[in-house]
């Protein structure tokens, strides 16, 4: 597919093992965008609505990680937490930049932390984002979303899960994300991500209480309250664990934060990083 078929596809850099497509907007202070974990994502269905508003304060980085979007599906690679760490490490180095801020969103949100708590000293600031991270029960919400197998019926009942506004799930974004996720080599990365029991899934993401407690980064934590893929009392618990953080809760908000509250979600996250 090329650039100009689709939005989603951005630069190309090698990042170590990981041939990794990545979008690159505005200039001044980096921060890098994580996606998250559903089926079919890339960086730019993630975070499209934000890219273009945080552009205009400072250099956004976007990058598909390892397995997801449209950056490379390497044969036999084992995708883990060790693995994500290491691109985003070898995204920033091929970059030429010390210190970014990272804003990660669920499963990105666990590579955030995972990342600061490996590399502190390349990290300001943390904006977390229904984030993973911590041990949880598994939810039903997280079981269905990495258990998906591609239908179109499965896909709008994803959907659902995702969104407290049903305004925002039609069968139009329905059938989008579900074509996107059926792209060659997308359902067989993302099945290989997260087989059941799916709460070594979520434990595996999970960073040490210890090391979380201990990070030095001012840390932005965004939930939604009706979020029923990642509780939100994980996020309660980050609050409570990082001495320098701040948290903040969307009433009448599924597990799209900046998709169901764009503006508010863009406006918190500039503020706080500026």
């Excluded at 691109?87 to 920033?92: A, C, G, K, P, R």
């Excluded at 995702?162 to 074509?179: M, W």
Aim: aromatic content about 10%.
């Amino acid at each position: 597919m090329s650039a100009s078929a689709s939005p989603e596809i951005g630069r190309s850099l090698q990042a170590g093992a990981i041939l990794t497509n990545y979008h690159d907007q505005g200039s001044g202070r980096p921060v890098v965008l994580i996606h998250g974990s559903g089926p079919g994502v890339s960086a730019w269905a993630n975070w499209r609505l934000n890219i273009g508003p945080l552009a205009e304060h400072f250099r956004v980085l976007a990058p598909d990680m390892a397995g997801f979007g449209f950056s490379e599906r390497v044969p036999g690679i084992t995708y883990d937490k060790a693995l994500w760490v290491q691109q985003l490490l070898d995204f920033l180095d091929a970059l030429g930049l010390d210190n970014v801020d990272l804003v990660g969103n669920s499963f990105g949100g666990g590579l955030a932390l995972a990342f600061a708590i490996a590399h502190p000293s390349r990290v300001g600031k943390l904006v977390l984002m229904g984030s993973a991270g911590t041990k949880f029960p598994l939810t039903p919400g997280l079981d269905a979303v990495w258990g998906y197998q591609p239908s179109f019926e499965s896909m709008r009942a994803l959907l659902d899960i995702f969104a407290f506004n049903r305004a925002l799930v039609n069968d139009e974004l329905a059938e989008l994300r579900y074509q996107a996720s059926i792209r060659p080599g997308f359902q067989e990365s993302f099945s290989a991500m997260f087989p059941p029991p799916r709460q070594n899934g979520v434990d595996a993401l999970a960073s040490d209480e210890t090391a979380i407690a201990a990070l030095p980064h001012r840390a932005l934590i965004v939930h939604g309250r009706e979020d029923r893929v990642i509780p939100p009392a994980a996020s309660r618990q980050l609050f409570e664990l990082i001495p320098q953080a701040e948290l903040h809760m969307f009433g009448q908000c599924g597990h799209w934060t900046q998709i169901e509250h764009t503006a508010r979600f863009n406006q918190l996250v500039i503020d706080f990083l500026k």
